[in-house]
């Protein structure tokens, strides 16, 4: 009886555990998710913003050259 006792404690601390780390990947796969769309935002306004350096930079005059 006392085998049985142990076994569904470490049971039970091995579900407990399971719950935990499903969590845990859960809440890293919404940050990791918000990360992702924060780096696709700058680099979309990067972007913008090259384009128009680029053509502020076409509009500049010559050097005579």
């Known amino acids: 009886h ?3 006792d142990s ?3 470490k049971l039970a601390q ?3 555990l399971t719950r935990h780390l499903r969590d845990d990947n859960r809440r890293l796969r919404q940050e990791l ?3 992702q769309s924060q780096t696709r935002q700058v680099h979309d306004r ?3 913003a090259r384009s128009r350096v680029e ?3 076409s509009q500049l ?3 005579g050259s």
Do not use: I
Request: hydrophobic share 45%; aromatic share 0%.
């Open 14 to 16: 091995l579900l407990e």
């Open 2 to 4: 006392e085998e049985l």
């Open 61 to 63: 005059p010559g050097d």
């Open 7 to 9: 076994l569904e404690n």
């Open 55 to 57: 053509r502020l930079l």
């Open 46 to 48: 990067m972007d913008s």
């Open 33 to 35: 998710a918000q990360a």
